[in-house]
């Protein structure tokens, strides 16, 4: 019997190990540099709060930590979108100006490799920008960094929060450089594809209520076909 | 038996059940999938030209989510603040949960539109089936003589990023022998066909 025990309890022991080695795997690479860095063009950033109380809109299944905002938006519930997020944003300049709209549709991936460091999500954004045009960035982005900086120590706290510092570049793909695709539709983003890369920076986040401050930003290249236009 | 060796014994027992926890957790994280997103079959019609037609339906007025536009008393949900209309305009903004031809609710969408904008009129859609991927579709502003509106896919992500196609959009007012919830219908029918690749 002590045998099992031992045996019992050294597979938990194990379990436990491979759990903190895929934790603080020191491998794991967190990107603070766009890609777009090195790239000489005209580009265009817009930035959006990350906090779902002072978004537009925010949604998902209703069983996240995370409140809906309006309270009495609908839950997206069903089978087939239940693990599916929905925000509607007010983007900004850097001014702090509003410059546009933002919808964004966000789904867990199906590619997600925990042992790899890759907590991934599909999103796509549906942007109006007044007097500008409309575009749709397509994106993998991959959450793992946030989790393990972010939301686990928020957990481990004993005030359910977590306070620093936290600047994260989050798309992953599907661009060779990890860069998001941009497919331009009306105005002067008509027919125009590029690239982009969405940046999240954090301030405070509560495992009770999620993210306190928080905003997100998206840098999207312009062609130069699109700035002559302008 | 020496105390020694019993003791050795269970070590080697703790060391083995260490190294089977650690194989065990890291077979069972690489094969079970952390995300299993759930699939509806895909109520597809072949077209006799090639490609797949398929048709998505917006019950209303149970499938919306939000309805965006300045100075409307149908604002939805409650409690929604809208940005003012010296930003905006005449645009409406509005989502959906789209289903299938089964009623079985399959995705999202959103759909804009404006008539005043400066750069030119336009009506989008956006489909996101979180299994499949997502489709950026632009209408005509012109409705048919019928009250259907035509339009083109101008992109798709994942299942959708190889097709090209056409999108029609109708209104539909009186729903026969359907579910007594819904009072109306849009109706979203696709046509997507794949490009031709470069043989070798």
Redesign the interface.
């Known amino acids: 019997m002590k045998y099992v025990v031992s045996l019992l309890i050294g597979m938990l022991v194990g379990a436990a190990l491979f759990a903190a080695g895929m934790y603080y795997n020191p491998f794991t690479r967190h990107g603070s540099v766009s890609p777009l860095a090195v790239l000489n063009e005209k580009h265009l950033d817009v930035t959006y709060t990350a906090v779902p109380g002072d978004t537009i809109l925010y949604t998902d299944n209703g069983e996240s930590t995370v409140n809906t905002h309006p309270d009495r938006v609908v839950d997206l519930w069903e089978p087939a979108i239940v693990d599916t997020r929905i925000a509607v944003v007010l983007l900004k300049n850097s001014r702090g100006n509003a410059v546009g709209l933002g919808i964004k549709f966000s789904t867990d991936s199906e590619q997600t490799a925990l042992i790899n460091s890759q907590a991934l999500v599909n999103s796509a954004w549906h942007i109006y920008l007044p007097g500008q045009g409309t575009l749709l960035v397509d994106q993998v982005e991959n959450y793992w960094p946030y989790l393990r900086e972010i939301v686990v120590p928020a957990r481990w706290s004993s005030g359910d929060s977590w306070k620093g510092s936290f600047f994260g570049i989050m798309t992953q793909g599907p661009g060779a450089l990890g860069t998001a695709r941009v497919s331009g539709g009306t105005g002067k983003f008509a027919g125009m594809t590029s690239e982009a890369v969405e940046s999240l920076t954090a301030r405070a986040y509560s495992a009770i209520d999620g993210p306190v401050s928080m905003h997100g930003s998206l840098t999207i290249i312009l062609p130069k076909a699109t700035i002559e236009t302008e | 038996m020496p105390i020694f060796y019993r003791v050795s ?2 070590f080697k ?14 077979v069972l ?2 094969s079970v ?8 079959p895909s109520l597809m019609t072949v077209q006799a030209n090639g490609g797949n037609s398929e048709t998505f339906r917006i019950d209303l007025p149970r499938d ?3 309805v ?1 536009l300045v100075g409307t008393d149908n604002a939805l ?7 003012g209309d010296e ?3 005449n ?1 409406q ?1 509005e ?1 959906f ?1 789209i289903r299938d031809r089964n009623d ?5 969408a ?1 759909r ?1 539109a ?1 008539a005043s ?4 009129p ?1 009506i ?1 859609w ?1 489909l ?4 499949r ?2 489709v ?1 579709l ?1 209408m005509n502003l012109t409705a048919s003589a019928e009250g259907h509106r035509s339009g083109r896919m ?2 798709g ?2 299942d959708f990023e190889t097709l090209t196609g056409t999108v029609r959009e109708r209104f539909i007012t009186d729903i026969e022998n359907e579910d007594v919830s819904a009072g109306e219908r849009i109706e979203l029918i696709t046509t997507f066909i794949g490009q031709l690749g470069d043989e070798e």
């Open positions: 014994r269970l027992t703790f060391i083995s059940g260490i190294l089977l926890g650690l194989v065990g957790a890291g994280t690489y999938p952390a995300v299993d997103l759930h699939r509806e919306r989510i939000l965006g949900p409650a409690g929604l603040e809208w940005p930003l905006f305009g645009l903004a989502m949960k079985v609710v399959i995705g999202v959103s804009l404006n904008e400066e750069t030119g336009f989008e956006v996101h089936l979180p299994a991927g997502t950026y632009q101008i992109a992500t994942r």
